[in-house]
């Protein structure tokens, strides 16, 4: 059943007494097994010297990455360091290495900052200057202009506009340079006695004036060739310090990024324990554990301590509580989760549909893209990915799937190659529809029994028997279409019709009849019958569309074939074999893609809506790693 | 397929329209005798969720449930108007990232800024993370893939230069509107008669209010109140703001859309009394529009106004009892007296 359902959890509360509480809480975060949870009973407060110092520890972080970011080096993701975690101790030691690190650095610093400030500066200079070089004038007068006010800066782009309709009642001049990232670059100009409006107004719409550079001298052109050779100068400095940084970087590297891991996992610990409620002497440490771990947590905590340390575990109520969800799939089946979690994650109560979704998808997929050449292609792409995306592996199985049905329709790279073990789509073109329109009805009545055993798991009654993907819905879906062909074709008597308005008008009121069996809320009987009449038509025209929406696998394995066909009926001649190949590589891109986005479009809209929620909350435990999925601290606010 | 959509919306309003108080009840309401009464009475009343059990009446709740109606209005409408909707209801999301910002820049605390948010369910953003976040420019880090994120930036050295808030505010409020004006302005045929006739009319008040109340409580200058109005504004345009920015009285400008205010009251009167005929004419045509048949996106904006008049109405009492209005007193200032 673990495959199919995320895995039993049990609420934790642990009493931990306060000289033992760093020490546990590292055993925790580094078995990652815990999922907290913010529970403050009455009379238990949260320790604010805790929060001064996750502060600390979120500077000491911030500051050694800083360092990392400005010497070129990335931080370290994984495990936690393997020292002794004591946050009430750490930041002496970490301070002290902080500043050691930075009067290190400070010079290489300090000269970097300042050449990437002048080189910024000379840059918007020259933009500016550019704009001058029409004017034969030395740009020295400009900034000695006794009746004009100008000046260059940049503002949203749609303030420009705007900025001219409120200067209405002055002269003014404003030029739009250049815009990038919709920020322009402007220059404004007005008379010397109305530079306050113009400055009112140019501040008013969000305007950042930039200053023409002091070593701007002379008529434009020559200002423009100055600003160019102090610019190389700067260039020249900045490459110098890029030599001094890869020196400095792989001298410091050990020190740096040692320092910045053991902060990043202090400032976690800090983080988690300053939300956990203190009384007394006892701070209380609550959450969720994979039932399977109890016994390893219970017995990592006491080695921590030295002693026994008392925990209460409650068994968990999902109608009652939000419980987090862990799904452990077997390896194998992991490449293919992504499947389910790009559409959400099973709620606690929910059975984890990723092997029955992995199994549909791959036989959707190479119904309509079976071909075995395509596949072959399709699983060199996959293989070739695997190692550096996350679907390589699924592209891969996709690939072997269309090879399979490649061999059940012998159809290889187009041609008609192999014998056909099943049939060849275009001959037989009714038979393949029917059959997809077949395996619709079977996937969805699949969800609808997900639903049933979802409904059971979670004790929702009305759910299981009344709404439409219950029971009564069921027995309507099976009478419409059961019934219609059965009694069309003089199978079954034409009373069995009779269950269908039976059917309609228990589905219409289903919400009042569950308030009336089970006692539960309803809204007032005008709306619910309201709302219950639009749902009833969108569920019986529902279960039509969803049923005819899977005819799609077997029209677009005879447009493959059809394609493929065509492809190679051009293939002749000088430049037959161009042709071949760019025709396949649009086969297998092109039509690879729309392939698997319908297969994706079948699964998320008619299965997943018989039965899946996807509202699951995940499970994110205390952790000390960093990077990846377990970056998180894991604390639900 | 919009007649099918619209069906929808006429359903889902005609069936949520019973939960609208009576005229019955708003007397009561009017006349409680005392804070903790109306707080009773209200939890007789489909507004009960917003009694707290200490017997305090939390609007925002309320507030909450308007933009939930207008997210369940925004599913049932047709494609075309859909996103017109969408944005519109964003103003609950902009209200609270404004209180947020507030939060930041008073350092107020944790749990006093977090009650003070309008609850929405379907919502982007942890708010919680939002008002921890300790300093504004990190709450606009947050919030770096939204759409508020740029006009905020651009307002950021106004306002880390000056200290003041209201830069942030403004940017964000001009881009929400520009963005509704362009929305409004694609929609076609009856949906954009509806649409210019509630929102625009909406758009061309507010923007008429803003420009008056920099002139009257911010006494800025005619370019700074042209930069931080509205330039396309329906029937208060950048013709009008211009008008005000110069001096235009308020009577006259009001008389120009249509309101009669006195022209003996000063500035500060005049625009209340502004205010109030506006709240009054919206809920006049949100009333008219309901009666008839909902088909089309008038009826989805009339009932969001009347949940929004309704709040408006409850937060006039609710602070008229805390003050020790007298019923009559308080009846006077509600929507739904004229």
């Known amino acids: 059943?673990?495959?199919?359902?995320?895995?039993?959890?049990?609420?934790?509360?642990?009493?931990?007494?306060?000289?033992?509480?760093?020490?546990?809480?590292?055993?925790?975060?580094?078995?990652?097994?815990?999922?907290?949870?913010?529970?403050?009973?009455?009379?238990?407060?949260?320790?604010?010297?805790?929060?001064?110092?996750a502060t600390r520890?979120?500077?000491?972080?911030?500051?050694?990455?800083?360092?990392?970011?400005?010497?070129?080096?990335?931080?370290?993701?994984?495990?936690?360091?393997?020292?002794?975690?004591?946050?009430?101790?750490?930041?002496?030691?970490?301070?002290?290495d902080l500043a050691a690190l930075e009067s290190r650095i400070q010079s290489w610093q300090q000269r970097l900052k300042e050449a990437r400030q002048e080189s910024e500066r000379l840059k918007l200079g020259e933009s500016q200057v550019q704009i001058l070089l029409p004017m034969d004038v030395p740009v020295e007068d400009l900034r000695r202009l006794e009746y004009q006010t100008v000046t260059v800066g940049v503002m949203p782009a749609e303030n420009v506009a705007r900025v001219a309709e409120a200067l209405f009642q002055i002269p003014f001049i404003l030029i739009p340079l250049q815009t990038r990232k919709d920020r322009t670059l402007v220059l404004a100009?007005?008379?010397?006695?109305?530079?306050?409006?113009?400055?009112?107004?140019?501040?008013?719409?969000?305007?950042?004036?930039?200053?023409?550079?002091?070593?701007?001298?002379?008529?434009?052109?020559?200002?423009?060739?100055?600003?160019?050779?102090?610019?190389?100068?700067?260039?020249?400095?900045?490459?110098?310090?890029?030599?001094?940084?890869?020196?400095?970087?792989?001298?410091?590297?050990?020190?740096?990024?040692?320092s910045w891991r053991r902060a990043s996992a202090d400032q976690k610990l800090a983080e988690a324990i300053r939300r956990f409620p203190k009384h007394g002497e006892v701070f209380l440490i609550s959450g969720w554990v994979p039932a399977s771990?109890?016994?390893?947590?219970?017995?990592?905590v006491e080695k921590a301590a030295g002693h026994a340390v008392s925990m209460e575990v409650l068994k968990a109520d999902p109608n009652r509580q939000s419980v987090p969800s862990l799904v452990r799939s077997p390896r194998w089946l992991q490449p293919f989760e992504e499947l389910v979690t790009t559409f959400g994650l099973s709620s606690y109560n929910e059975l984890d549909p990723t092997l029955i979704v992995t199994l549909s998808f791959l036989i959707m997929y190479g119904m309509m893209f079976g071909d075995l050449g395509h596949g072959l292609l399709l699983l060199l792409v996959g293989l070739w990915l695997r190692r550096r995306v996350a679907f390589g592996v699924l592209i891969a199985a996709a690939g072997v799937s269309g090879m399979l049905f490649g061999l059940l329709y012998g159809a290889a790279f187009g041609h008609a190659l192999l014998h056909a073990a099943w049939l060849r789509p275009l001959e037989g073109m009714w038979t393949i529809l029917l059959t997809a329109v077949g395996g619709g009805v079977v996937l969805l009545n699949i969800g609808f029994v997900l639903n049933l055993i979802n409904a059971w798991r979670a004790r929702d009654w009305p759910r299981l028997f009344l709404e439409k993907n219950g029971l009564v819905g069921i027995a309507l879906y099976w009478t419409l279409l059961g019934g219609g062909v059965g009694v069309g074709f003089g199978v079954l008597p034409k009373r069995v019709l009779w269950l269908i308005p039976v059917l309609c008008v228990l589905l219409w009121i289903h919400e009042p009849l569950a308030s009336w069996i089970w006692h539960r809320p309803s809204a007032s009987i005008g709306e619910v019958l309201v709302t219950g009449f639009f749902e009833l038509f969108e569920t019986v025209t529902g279960y039509a569309s969803n049923s005819l929406s899977f005819i799609r696998l077997g029209a677009f394995a005879v447009a493959h074939e059809g394609l493929s066909s065509l492809v190679v009926s051009y293939s002749g001649g000088r430049w037959g074999w161009l042709i071949l190949l760019l025709g396949t590589v649009l086969i297998v891109g092109f039509e690879g893609v729309i392939v698997g986005i319908q297969a994706l479009r079948l699964e998320y809209y008619e299965f997943f809506g018989r039965f899946f929620q996807g509202r699951g909350q995940?499970?994110?435990?205390?952790?000390?790693?960093?990077?990846?999925?377990?970056?998180?601290?894991g604390v639900r606010a | 397929m919009s007649f099918f959509s619209y069906a929808a919306v006429q359903g889902y309003i005609r069936a949520r329209i019973s939960r609208l108080l009576d005229r019955p009840t708003w007397t009561r309401l009017v006349e409680a005798n005392s804070s903790a009464e109306l707080a009773r009475l209200l939890g007789e009343t489909p507004m009960a969720l917003a009694v707290a059990d200490s017997g305090a009446v939390r609007l925002h709740v309320l507030r909450?449930?308007?933009?939930?109606?207008?997210?369940?209005?925004?599913?049932?409408?047709?494609?075309?108007?859909?996103?017109?909707?969408?944005?519109?209801?964003?103003?609950?999301?902009?209200?609270?990232?404004?209180?947020?910002?507030?939060?930041v820049h008073y350092q107020l605390e944790r749990q006093r800024a977090l009650a003070s948010l309008i609850p929405l369910r379907d919502t982007r953003w942890r708010w919680d993370g939002l008002v921890e976040s300790g300093s504004v420019a990190a709450v606009i880090d947050q919030i770096r893939e939204s759409p508020y994120a740029a006009p905020l930036e651009n307002a950021m050295e106004r306002y880390q230069q000056e200290g003041r808030l209201f830069f942030l505010e403004v940017a964000v409020d001009l881009f929400y509107f520009q963005r509704l004006v362009r929305l409004i302005e694609a929609q076609s045929g009856r949906d954009a008669a509806d649409a210019r006739r509630f929102l625009g009319r909406w758009i061309a008040v507010q923007n008429l209010l803003w420009a008056y109340r920099y002139r009257i409580y911010g006494r800025m200058t005619p370019e700074e109140i042209i930069n931080y109005s509205l330039h396309h504004a329906f029937r208060a345009g950048l013709e009008?703001?211009?008008?005000?920015?110069?001096?235009?009285?308020?009577?006259?400008?009001?008389?120009?859309?249509?309101?009669?205010?006195?022209?003996?009251?000063?500035?500060?009167?005049?625009?209340?009394?502004?205010?109030?005929?506006?709240?009054?004419?919206?809920?006049?045509?949100?009333?008219?529009?309901?009666?008839?048949?909902?088909?089309?996106?008038?009826?989805?904006?009339?009932?969001?106004?009347?949940?929004?008049?309704?709040?408006r109405d409850l937060t006039v009492i609710v602070e008229g009892k805390a003050t020790g209005l007298a019923g009559p007193e308080i009846a006077r200032r509600l929507v739904r007296a004229a």
């Open chain 1, 293 to 300: 771990d109890l016994e390893r947590v219970k017995s990592a």
């Open chain 1, 618 to 633: 995940p499970f994110v435990p205390l952790s000390l790693h960093t990077g990846g999925r377990h970056a998180s601290v």
């Open chain 1, 57 to 96: 520890y979120a500077g000491l972080t911030q500051r050694f990455g800083e360092m990392l970011g400005s010497l070129g080096l990335q931080p370290p993701s994984g495990a936690a360091p393997n020292v002794e975690l004591r946050p009430t101790k750490d930041w002496r030691e970490l301070d002290t």
């Open chain 1, 189 to 258: 100009a007005s008379s010397k006695d109305n530079d306050a409006i113009l400055d009112r107004a140019l501040k008013s719409a969000f305007f950042e004036p930039v200053t023409l550079p002091p070593e701007a001298l002379g008529r434009p052109a020559e200002a423009l060739e100055a600003l160019k050779r102090k610019a190389r100068q700067i260039q020249d400095e900045l490459t110098a310090l890029d030599g001094e940084r890869k020196k400095l970087a792989s001298e410091l590297a050990p020190e740096v990024t040692g």
């Open chain 1, 1 to 53: 059943m673990s495959m199919l359902a995320p895995e039993p959890m049990l609420e934790t509360n642990l009493f931990v007494l306060e000289p033992d509480l760093e020490v546990v809480t590292a055993a925790l975060a580094r078995m990652e097994a815990l999922h907290l949870e913010e529970s403050v009973p009455e009379g238990w407060t949260p320790s604010p010297e805790w929060t001064e110092l």
């Open chain 2, 240 to 311: 009008t703001v211009r008008r005000v920015a110069l001096g235009a009285p308020p009577a006259v400008e009001a008389g120009r859309l249509g309101f009669e205010v006195p022209p003996q009251l000063s500035d500060l009167e005049a625009l209340t009394e502004i205010e109030v005929l506006a709240e009054r004419e919206r809920f006049r045509s949100a009333s008219a529009m309901i009666t008839r048949p909902l088909f089309r996106l008038g009826g989805a904006l009339a009932y969001l106004w009347l949940l929004e008049g309704e709040i």
């Open chain 2, 64 to 103: 909450g449930e308007a933009a939930a109606a207008g997210q369940a209005l925004i599913h049932f409408l047709p494609r075309s108007s859909r996103e017109l909707l969408a944005w519109y209801n964003r103003r609950f999301e902009i209200e609270n990232l404004k209180t947020v910002l507030r939060a």
